[in-house]
């Protein structure tokens, strides 16, 4: 019987357990949903409780298709980014943890977002990192910060649970906010600035490296023996462009998930506001990310805006029926254009003013032209960041893996492919992330002698899209006219929020 890792992935909507083998096969998986709480506009919350007590429902699940669990030999975390709590002396939660989507800090954003905190940390500014949360507590809830004995993102939090230490990996860390990229360490600088001091955040390993064993309390609630080895894990993007296999220049995941993100590597820091920078899988690398807040969430509005008049066969899913309409309509969608600002201009700009945009509109046009425009305006809006981030990049991007629900539509998949000009490939795996916890579960356990081994050996690609001439042909002039369409709404977007538009 072949050795196995399990990898947990803790995200926003819920726990996922998956149990992987030395070819990157998946065994087995459990799963359960977290909770979320919005108590305002604004605001996004969740229980620490809820991490630990969705992990221990996964992990049991899966653990039921293991006949044999010797064969498991470590376990490692990745889970959503940015999300943290506050922690009390006794180990208990203070307020509920604050959560990556939570955007309450604009104000602290604006006063705290300077170029030198953005030059430590690689994160331009924005209310996504918890370093403008952290500021937001100590302005309107003081006593909270004064009770806090640990700020812990969710893999130190889930860390403790399993090892009962408090540690964590630098690339689960460092997408708070509060780590120097350039030297891989919290910085002072920062810390000093939110009145926080090192002995309340865990102590940080590189990924891959040995947390500590599974103590008996945790065995115990997991169905697991005690003494397993704990090994470090990543932030989930960090994560999926390992399980992608991204682990040299020239290459980029991209996963068209609820948000589009695409991450490439390198071995140095460059700071730009063009992506995010993020602490990699492997020791003193970095990801740039490129961010578009819309992917699958802007099919989701179309289906529940357009689609809901549409008659649905009950054996073709409505996103299928839409990708037959839309492959009817021709490249350009006649002159439609879609600016997917439905949460926002991200990289490379991060103007929160910008507002989503049907630019174009006839009587001529119909709903399958505008589902058309939204598959088209998001591959164009990859295109607009990658254009800005590739003069910092250490190489050229040769080629995309793909990943996420939106990787499903083959007619999107081309679109991107023609769009930037550039192959898109398939990842082997569609629990990419899961995977990217797994090899480095694989590899702090002994069974590889080197991430590299284990990626080599735990990824794989499929389906290939390359792109076409007539397609790059044709979407050129398009993407031409769509690259004029934000500069000139740019001042429009700065009026109609009340703000003033920004220099260029």
């Known amino acids: 019987m072949s050795d196995l890792v399990l990898s947990v992935d803790c995200s926003t909507s819920g726990a996922k357990c998956i149990a992987w083998d030395m070819s990157g096969t998946e065994v087995a998986s459990g799963s359960t949903q977290l909770p979320l709480s919005i108590p305002q506009p ?3 919350e969740q229980d620490p409780h809820d991490w630990w007590n969705g992990t221990v429902t996964a992990v049991r699940q899966c653990l039921k298709s293991i006949d044999d669990l010797t064969r498991v030999k470590g376990l490692a975390v990745t889970h959503q980014r940015e999300s943290f709590a506050c922690i009390d002396s006794n180990n208990e939660p203070i307020r509920p943890a604050m959560l990556w989507l939570d955007t309450r800090a604009f104000d602290q954003v604006n006063r705290y977002g300077t170029a030198r905190i953005h030059e430590i940390t690689g994160k331009p500014a924005n209310p996504t990192p918890a370093y403008y949360k952290l500021q937001w507590i100590r302005e309107n809830e003081p006593e909270t910060l004064e009770r806090t004995a640990r700020v812990v993102d969710v893999h130190a939090y889930l860390a403790h649970e399993l090892t009962g230490v408090w540690r964590t990996s630098v690339a689960s860390a460092d997408p708070l906010g509060l780590v120097d990229l350039s030297t891989g360490d919290y910085s002072d600088e920062i810390l000093a600035s939110v009145g926080l001091s090192r002995d309340v955040l865990p102590e940080l390993v590189d990924p891959g490296a040995v947390l500590g064993t599974l103590t008996e309390k945790a065995a115990s609630a997991l169905g697991l023996p005690a003494g397993l080895p704990i090994i470090s894990g990543a932030g989930d993007g960090q994560s999926a462009g390992l399980g992608a296999g991204i682990i040299a220049p020239g290459s980029a995941y991209l996963n068209v998930g609820t948000g589009l993100i695409s991450g490439s590597f390198s071995d140095h820091y460059v700071p730009s506001t063009a992506y995010r920078a993020m602490a990699g899988t492997l020791p003193g690398t970095v990801n740039y990310e490129l961010f578009v807040g819309a992917g699958t969430f802007m099919i989701s509005w179309f289906m529940s805006t357009f689609a809901g008049a549409e008659p649905v066969f009950a054996d073709v899913p409505r996103e299928v029926q839409w990708e037959r309409k839309a492959q009817d309509i021709a490249p350009g969608a006649e002159g439609l254009f879609v600016l997917p600002y439905w949460n926002g201009q991200l990289t490379p700009y991060w103007d929160q003013n910008a507002r989503g945009v049907m630019f174009g509109l006839t009587g001529a046009h119909t709903s399958a032209h505008i589902y058309r425009a939204v598959l088209e305006g998001i591959a164009f809006e990859l295109r607009f960041c990658l254009e800005e981030a590739e003069g910092n990049l250490p190489a050229p991007i040769q080629e995309f893996v793909a990943m996420g629900g939106g990787t499903r ?37 002994g069974l590889f002698e080197s991430t590299h081994r284990a990626v080599s050996q735990m990824t794989s690609t499929t389906t290939r899209y390359e792109p076409t001439e007539q397609g790059m042909a044709t979407y050129e002039s398009h993407y031409r006219a769509y690259r004029q369409i934000y500069p000139a709404l740019r001042p429009v977007f700065a009026a109609t929020s009340g703000g003033a538009a920004d220099a260029d």
Do not use: H, M, Y
């Open 42 to 44: 604004g605001f996004g």
């Open 409 to 445: 539509s083959p007619l999107w998949c081309q679109i991107f492919a023609d769009v930037l000009g550039r192959p898109v490939v398939l990842a082997g795996s569609d629990e990419a992330t899961a995977l990217g916890a797994g090899i480095l579960a694989a590899v702090g356990s």
